[in-house]
């Protein structure tokens, strides 16, 4: 089972219930966006450099929880042993790739403001060490980034909040290639509660017309941010 049909099949679960519950007129009918997720990835990020030193793209790393993963390698051990093979495991990262792409991966890189234009993900695996189910691939930039010239951001999130993405505690971001002189990747830190409660009230203000800065969405408002700074 991919991520996205595991999302959609809850999401199905959910709606079944507000009927029953509409029909039986026992309580109000809670919002099908719920905002809590139901499934949970730990995930590390890596910018890629090319030969110049400029950006061309984003890989991503994500270990998924066990409720998810026990779904996902549901008869995927074709020969039996106990083992799950990456020859065995290709028919679900396709899968899940083809999927994803709807949800533009989930991966959202932007400088000065704008969304950057993407090519199709490369180099997309899967694989399993008995303890965790992982998703690893790269999503390329249409355009290499010049990153001392404007600065590099790139969010990775659910827009729906239906899945977490949450960086892991050691070494949750990295750097591939070569990163010119004066250049830093760096990762904001989470939000505080303070933080996260003021964000809330503000949201609690505007309209359903209302957007964020920049072009972003809602989800945008708490997903960390990795960026790439030059200069003091």
């Given at each position: 089972m991919t991520l996205i049909d595991f999302k959609h099949r809850i999401l199905e679960m959910q709606l079944r219930?507000?009927?029953?519950?509409?029909?039986?007129?026992?309580?109000?009918?809670?919002n099908l966006a719920q905002a809590h997720p139901h499934v949970w990835v730990e995930m590390r990020s890596s910018v890629i450099f090319n030969a110049a030193g400029l950006i061309q793209g984003v890989n991503?790393?994500?270990?998924?929880?066990?409720?998810y993963a026990a779904e996902a390698l549901t008869g995927m051990d074709a020969n039996g042993d106990g083992e799950y093979s990456q020859d065995e495991l290709k028919p679900l990262t396709a899968e899940n790739m083809a999927s994803l792409k709807d949800y533009d991966y989930f991966v959202f890189m932007r400088a000065g403001g704008k969304l950057l234009a993407t090519a199709p993900p490369t180099n997309a695996g899967q694989t399993y060490n008995g303890k965790k189910l992982q998703l690893h691939f790269e999503v390329p930039l249409q355009t290499p980034l010049d990153p001392r010239k404007e600065e590099f951001m790139v969010k990775v999130y659910d827009p729906e909040?239906?899945?977490a993405f949450d960086y892991a505690k050691e070494q949750p971001i990295d750097s591939d290639g070569k990163i010119p002189d004066g250049c830093k990747v760096n990762i904001n830190p989470l939000l505080t509660d303070g933080e996260m409660n003021q964000t809330l009230a503000m949201l609690a203000t505007k309209d359903r017309e209302w957007k964020p800065e920049a072009g972003e969405d809602f989800g945008s408002l708490f997903a960390q941010l990795v960026s790439v700074k030059c200069g003091a």
């Open positions: 219930s507000i009927l029953k519950y509409l029909a039986l007129m026992i309580v109000a009918v809670p991503v790393e994500w270990s998924f929880d066990d409720v909040f239906f899945i």
